[in-house]
């Protein structure tokens, strides 16, 4: 139980530091309430235990991480409120509640995934009481890299418009790059430069995250397939109904299972010259398992 | 002529870097193509060169105003194509050319918005090429707070609920210091960061731009009333359209442009204690006088 007791303790250090973000402002009508009931609705949180174990795996605290590790979840929680509007994706469901448009319209689902993402930099920029000027800079260099036209942004719209398009396999592997790959990435690699990691840290830490967010997209093609509505929080087939070209319509389920045996083993292989790295091994394979 | 030929080159410089943001990145679809089309449409360009001209005061050079100039203007950008999307004012004309997802759709009018306020961060910190580190993520702390829910989204929240509501005239003051009055402000400081000057210029600079943002706000909810839709580029009375409570509702216009001379004569007022302050003097009496 040692992976499991650990997870739940880093978990709880992102929600305490993500129910902090928001607090004691002064309320303008209920944009925190509506961009507090996506960044606390209990997501995952892989992204910012990436973070953080990845500046722990590099000498660092946890505590140093934290500050990129809430800017990572929030860059995420905002992508998802943005995707979930009617003139995109068009979901009410996500992680088992309405989404955040369905609870608070439109108009402030727009506002409250902007009010994350530009507050996501505010609370990167708070690494600066911790660690040196010049590694907060390169932080968010990463970061907004990772989270713009060029890496998520740039993803969402390949998504957007390869909808009802024949894509190849590598046309939906550029896609999960930009518009997932990129931001777990941003996120293991901060936890390295928190941790003040050299390039060689960086790079095995990269290559982990890369193929763990690869393997986790085919997996999450697949669970869209098999899944159980009740357990994933959201609705099952929806790739199919808005036609799109995903790993298991390119590969079928059986070879997206081995893609994903292989590309967790790639990830494994990639931290072998760290000594403390059961946590992150353990977690590709754990998420590999998952069912939600 | 000194003070046209001046802003026709500072307008020039910004206008410049801005075409340079987005140049030679590989295209994903059509997502540079929407953000240049709003970043390039021709506003006033008030802003950057608040930001470039405030540096100058404090014995900057331009040069080292432009990325936080050029991210300013990013972030003004962004928030006027998601203010126009049809969940928001619902306007189809902006700098007389239809707007972002008129042009090319709703989802991509968002995306472009999104990754125009990633690519500011980005285009900010690229800042640190000459300026030290530490003044730089001070530039960004006040950018993000003043773009982010305390500041510019926040307003635009308050701006939507008092649609339709009777408001008092600190309501509207209120809406007005955090729709359009933060990021103002935050220009002009931004330029005194990036000139590296003292607490006490960015106060005088901060005032100055405080009240110059208000006196704008005042004007332009005059030319609402009274304005050219010609010369404006977009449709004029939208304010009573939408029964929004603006200062003209509250003041009438005789008191309104009373109110714009008073505080134009503030922000002059601020500027006594420098020497070099004609042209940021004469910027505050031209905006006033503006008929777009």
Not at 39 to 58: D, H, N, S, Y
Not at 136 to 144: K, N
Not at 171 to 188: F, M, N, P, R, Y
């Amino acid at each position: 139980m040692k992976f499991t007791e650990r997870f739940i303790a880093d978990k709880e250090l992102v929600e305490t530091a993500l129910r902090g973000v928001f607090r004691g402002k002064v309320p303008h009508a209920d944009i925190y309430d509506a961009m507090n009931y996506s960044l606390l609705a209990g997501g995952k949180r892989v992204r910012p235990i990436l973070t953080i174990e990845a500046c722990r795996l590099c000498g660092g605290t946890a505590e140093a991480a934290l500050p990129f590790a809430c800017a990572v979840e929030m860059v995420h929680t905002y992508s998802l409120i943005h995707d979930d509007l009617p003139c995109m994706d068009n979901d009410e469901l996500r992680r088992g509640k309405p989404t955040n448009h369905v609870r608070y319209g439109e108009a402030t689902a727009v506002l409250a995934g902007d009010g994350l993402l530009t507050a996501a930099f505010e609370t990167a920029l708070g690494a600066g009481a911790c660690l040196p000027a010049e590694r907060v800079i390169q932080a968010l260099e990463l970061l907004s890299v990772a989270a713009g036209p060029a890496g998520m942004v740039g993803g969402q719209v390949l998504d957007m418009v390869g909808e009802g398009h024949a894509l190849t396999l590598s046309d939906v592997e550029e896609l999960q790059q930009l518009k997932t790959g990129a931001l777990i990435s941003a996120a293991a690699e901060l936890g390295v430069i928190a941790a003040g990691g050299d390039e060689t840290k960086r790079t095995a830490v990269r290559t982990y995250a890369q193929k763990l967010g690869l393997a986790f997209q085919i997996r999450d093609d697949v669970l869209d397939v098999t899944g159980d509505e009740g357990s994933l929080g959201k609705p099952i087939g929806s790739d199919a109904e808005s036609e799109k070209t995903t790993f298991v319509t390119l590969k079928g389920l059986e070879e997206c299972g081995r893609m994903v045996e292989r590309l967790t083993a790639d990830a494994v292989a990639a931290l072998s010259a760290f000594e403390e790295s059961w946590f992150l091994e353990e977690l590709a394979r754990v998420l590999v398992g998952r069912t939600n």
